[in-house]
């Protein structure tokens, strides 16, 4: 794995999630909403994706949904990492296309394990 997109609206959630993922030796890229990070896995080509649900512009299970169904991107597996936590949530998440999600508040090692799980 050499880069991971992450697609965050909070700076300080994206900042953190983005220092333990190149703790592991990826290129991180970074995208603000769900919109940028669509043109970003479409202009980037991560290897993976970390996408919150709750943000402006475009939430992440629109993103993920686009995503997934793309030719050009639906190879690119999707975590989401969210507050959201019901049991719906993670359904709806996998039914959008998303390969695993991450419940906030995570630990690093849950991250880092994502990328393991993965490669």
Partial sequence: MKKVLVVEDDLVQQKHICTVLASCGVEVVAANDGKQGLEKAKTENPDLIFMDI????????SACRQITSDEATKHIPVVIVSSKNEEA????????????MVPKPFTDAELMAQISALT
Wanted: glycine share 10%; aromatic share 10%.
């Fill in 54 to 61: 709750v943000m402006p512009e475009m939430d992440g299970y």
């Fill in 89 to 100: 949530d993670k359904v709806w998440a996998q039914l959008q296309g998303a390969t695993a």
